[in-house]
Structure formats: structure tokens, C-alpha cells
């Protein structure tokens, strides 16, 4: 009998429009060759950890809190009662249920205006992220596929931007086109376009080292249909994660610049703005929950935010996936 002939292992698929599959191709040629074979984990609610349970929950009820905030909120934000200010919070003393988390320094219902607030720097961190995301993203893809002259332009403009405090700028960019809502999302979105460039154009290098654009030219396709249904599927694995981090961080710098005075202006409520309006009543006996209450809140968001991109991000790794 003749011995059967050796056979190697075939080249992972990439995937196109039609869904072949695909290896992750994150960590390098040698990791996704590694990974190609290896099975798929179902998802499975024992593996999730307890504190995504938490902050999820917790996330829900902020963002359910602030897409029906007009019939959650107890009061309207911008009512004033001269009678009411500074009322303290339920528990202490002098404290009403009608107020549950106090009023401000003019009788403004601190709890309602942290359920609106929570709709405006939503708002604004979500549009933000796609701003950033898309202009990033398509940069990135650009930079990596043509390389040479686009790739030195445009990684060019994101190492300048790196190296100038991006606070600065926007401040500068603020006072003098204004302080309007669309401007502020500009400004905050743009802040984070270089990470989304960065990551895409790593991972255009990683795919056009295994080959597969090659061919897939060879065969006709134009640079189009290249980027938007070959390439751009198999780079959105590291930026959906990614997104997830940066909206935390996109969340604190709306409140950062609205802490300022430079982002929301009143009477429109936001977090930032309410902890600089209470900033000044910090460290006295009154009016310590105007700052206080929506500090907690913001800083809830952030960390449930980060942690459950942490938890999504090692998840979706697959040197992380027990197999």
C-alpha cells in the first residue's frame, strides 16, 4: 500500500459580503493562523461577571432615566422657587419628599435636573462617538491601504494633534466659534479620531501582510469595493470595543468643558455644568449635594462604562478565550 500524501492546512478565509469565515486577525498573521481552527465560544450567562451584571443595570436605568426623562423627572429642571433654595436633601434635616435629592442655589430641583442632565450628556457623548468613530475610522483605512503619501499626511495630522493638550484646543475652538450644542459635539467628536486611525491602519497592514487584497484585485475588484466589503468587516472587532471605551471618556470631557463654562450653557442642565454650579458650596454644611449628587452619577457612568468595554474587549480577545 502507498502511504496517503501529506496534506497542509489550508489558509484562513477572510470574509467578504457573502459571510465566509474569517479568522481574527487582531493580534497578527501568527495569531490568526493559530486561531483559525479553533472553535467558536457560545455565549453563555455563567461566564459573565457579576459587576457587568451590576453596571449594566445601572447604565440601563441612566439611559432609560434619560430617554424618558419628561415623564421620569419629578419636577420641571428650569423651575425656580426662591422659597425652596437650598432645600437639603429627604433624610437630612429641614429635607422634603417633594425634594428627595434638594434644590439648588434657586429652588431648582436637584433630582430632575440630574434625570435631563443625563440626556444631554448622553446625547452629546453618543454623537460624539460616531463622529470620531467614522472620521477615524475611514482615515485609518485610507492611511493603511494606500500608504506612502496618504499614510505620511494623515498619520502626520494625528501626531500633532496628539502633542497639543486637545483641552487647550477646544477651548480655543469653543470661544471663538461659540458655545453652541453642534459646535460642542464637533469639538468633543474630533477628540478622539486618532485612536480609531491608529487601530484601522494597523489592522489594513495586518490584512494586506496575509495577501488576500492581492488576489482579491487581481480578480478586477476596485479599491471601493475592497476597502467597504473586504477590509472594513474584519477591522470592526477592535473599534467596537474601543468605542465602548472611548464614550466614557468623551462622556467626562463634555462635563469636563461644561465644568468650565466653555460646553452646555445654562439653563440647560448637564452634569458638568451642576457640579460647577455647586462647586462653590463644597466643604460647607449647605448646599454640598448641588455638586455632589451629579458627581456620583458621572462617575457611575464612567467607571460602568470602562468596565463593561474592559469586560466586552477581553471577551471578544481571543489570546483571553480559555479553549
Same mark, same amino acid.
Do not use: C
Given at each position: 500500500?502507498?502511504a496517503?500524501?501529506?496534506?497542509?492546512?489550508?489558509?484562513?478565509?477572510?470574509?467578504?459580503? %457573502?459571510?465566509?469565515t474569517?479568522?481574527? $486577525?487582531?493580534?497578527? $498573521?501568527?495569531?490568526?493562523?493559530? %486561531?483559525? *481552527?479553533?472553535?467558536?465560544?457560545?455565549?453563555?450567562?455563567?461566564?459573565?461577571?457579576?459587576?457587568?451584571y451590576?453596571?449594566?443595570?445601572l447604565?440601563?436605568?441612566? #439611559?432609560?432615566?434619560?430617554l424618558?426623562?419628561?415623564? @421620569?423627572?419629578?419636577?420641571?429642571?428650569?423651575?425656580?422657587?426662591?422659597?425652596?433654595?437650598l432645600?437639603?436633601?429627604?433624610?437630612?434635616?429641614?429635607? *422634603?419628599?417633594?425634594?428627595?435629592?434638594?434644590?439648588?442655589?434657586?429652588?431648582?430641583? #436637584?433630582?430632575?435636573?440630574?434625570?435631563?442632565?443625563?440626556?444631554?450628556?448622553?446625547l452629546?457623548g453618543?454623537a460624539?462617538?460616531?463622529?470620531?468613530?467614522?472620521?477615524?475610522?475611514?482615515?485609518?483605512?485610507?492611511?493603511g491601504?494606500?500608504?506612502?503619501?496618504?499614510?505620511?499626511?494623515?498619520? =502626520? @495630522?494625528?501626531?500633532?494633534?496628539?502633542?497639543?493638550?486637545f483641552?487647550l484646543?477646544?477651548?480655543?475652538?469653543?470661544?471663538?466659534?461659540? =458655545?453652541s450644542?453642534?459646535?460642542?459635539? $464637533?469639538?468633543?467628536?474630533? *477628540?478622539?479620531?486618532?485612536?480609531?486611525a491608529?487601530?484601522?491602519?494597523?489592522? #489594513?497592514?495586518t +490584512?494586506?501582510?496575509?495577501?488576500?487584497v492581492?488576489?482579491?484585485?487581481?480578480?478586477?475588484?476596485d479599491?471601493?469595493?475592497i476597502? +467597504?466589503?473586504?477590509?472594513?468587516p474584519? %477591522?470592526? *472587532?477592535?473599534?467596537? #470595543?474601543?468605542?465602548?471605551?472611548?464614550?466614557?471618556?468623551?462622556?467626562?470631557?463634555?462635563? %469636563?468643558?461644561?465644568?468650565? !463654562?466653555?460646553?452646555?450653557?445654562?439653563?440647560?442642565?448637564?452634569? !458638568? !455644568?451642576?457640579?460647577?454650579?455647586?462647586?462653590?458650596?463644597?466643604?460647607?454644611?449647605?448646599?454640598?449635594?448641588i455638586a455632589?449628587?451629579?458627581?456620583?452619577?458621572?462617575?457611575i =457612568?464612567?467607571?460602568?462604562?470602562s468596565?463593561i !468595554?474592559?469586560?466586552?474587549?477581553?471577551?471578544?480577545?481571543?489570546?483571553?478565550?480559555?479553549?
Amino acid at each position: 500500500m502507498s502511504a496517503e500524501p501529506h496534506r497542509t492546512a489550508a489558509a484562513p478565509a477572510v470574509a467578504d459580503a %457573502t459571510g465566509d469565515t474569517t479568522p481574527d $486577525v487582531g493580534v497578527g $498573521v501568527g495569531s490568526a493562523l493559530g %486561531t483559525a *481552527s479553533r472553535p467558536r465560544r457560545r455565549f453563555r450567562p455563567g461566564a459573565v461577571p457579576l459587576f457587568a451584571y451590576v453596571f449594566g443595570a445601572l447604565l440601563l436605568a441612566i #439611559v432609560l432615566a434619560a430617554l424618558f426623562a419628561p415623564l @421620569v423627572a419629578p419636577h420641571d429642571p428650569l423651575q425656580q422657587s426662591l422659597r425652596a433654595r437650598l432645600d437639603p436633601p429627604f433624610w437630612m434635616e429641614g429635607g *422634603s419628599r417633594d425634594h428627595l435629592l434638594g434644590t439648588d442655589k434657586v429652588g431648582r430641583d #436637584v433630582l430632575s435636573r440630574i434625570i435631563h442632565g443625563a440626556r444631554t450628556s448622553l446625547l452629546i457623548g453618543f454623537a460624539a462617538l460616531l463622529i470620531g468613530g467614522i472620521l477615524g475610522t475611514a482615515l485609518g483605512l485610507l492611511a493603511g491601504y494606500f500608504g506612502r503619501a496618504a499614510d505620511e499626511a494623515i498619520m =502626520t @495630522v494625528a501626531d500633532i494633534q496628539l502633542a497639543f493638550p486637545f483641552v487647550l484646543l477646544a477651548i480655543a475652538v469653543v470661544a471663538v466659534l461659540g =458655545t453652541s450644542l453642534k459646535v460642542l459635539v $464637533v469639538v468633543v467628536g474630533l *477628540s478622539g479620531w486618532v485612536t480609531y486611525a491608529r487601530i484601522a491602519r494597523a489592522r #489594513v497592514l495586518t +490584512l494586506k501582510e496575509i495577501g488576500f487584497v492581492e488576489a482579491i484585485r487581481s480578480v478586477g475588484a476596485d479599491h471601493g469595493r475592497i476597502l +467597504l466589503r473586504h477590509i472594513l468587516p474584519n %477591522t470592526l *472587532s477592535p473599534l467596537v #470595543v474601543l468605542a465602548t471605551l472611548e464614550l466614557a471618556r468623551l462622556i467626562i470631557l463634555e462635563a %469636563t468643558l461644561s465644568f468650565l !463654562g466653555l460646553g452646555v450653557q445654562p439653563p440647560t442642565p448637564s452634569w !458638568g !455644568g451642576m457640579i460647577g454650579d455647586g462647586r462653590e458650596y463644597l466643604g460647607s454644611d449647605q448646599g454640598w449635594w448641588i455638586a455632589v449628587f451629579p458627581g456620583v452619577v458621572l462617575f457611575i =457612568t464612567a467607571l460602568g462604562i470602562s468596565r463593561i !468595554g474592559d469586560w466586552v474587549r477581553d471577551a471578544l480577545d481571543p489570546t483571553m478565550r480559555n479553549v
